[in-house]
């Protein structure tokens, strides 16, 4: 099974089921990083949920949402080295992004939030996020196609369900 997904497949996803694969995928790099980084500084941890959780309330409710935290800048302040960091900030940060550019119909950074999840879980050497964003893909692209969703068309907050155990991934 492949667990690549090209820009293409996600630009043909309806806005808002963009945006919300860019968070999905957004969020389960931060919790891979969280995992493994028991100590987190807070304020660091509170800056790229807040991206996250930007991503996702704009998904839900099909507009912009204006109060969030750019994690990439903050994180890259505190002088972050650990690669696995860096690239769970990258993915907050598009995640971010997604919401800004849902409006002109771009798919670049719904993409780039994606590829810095995988780049993440490579860089932990971690197989279970790729496994959980593709099968979250692969779901949303079916409903979307099947119940003929539109660019007009929110997404639930709870619609990828529950996250994979990674507690015990590697």
Known sequence: MSFDITESQIRRLPRWARVAFAAYCAE???RLVQ???????????????????????AAFTGREVLSFSNAHDRAMQAGVSCPGIIYAT???????????????????????AWNNAKNTAASLSDTVINRAMKHGFDSISSDATKDRWTDETTVLLTYFGSFPDLASAT
């Open 90 to 112: 990258f993915a907050a940060n598009s995640a971010r992004c997604a919401v800004e550019s849902a409006f002109e119909s771009e798919s670049s950074l719904a993409y780039q």
């Open 35 to 57: 995992n493994r980084w028991k100590e987190m500084p807070p304020q660091f941890r509170s800056d790229c949920q807040g991206a996250v959780n930007a991503a996702k309330q």
């Open 28 to 30: 389960l790099a931060l």
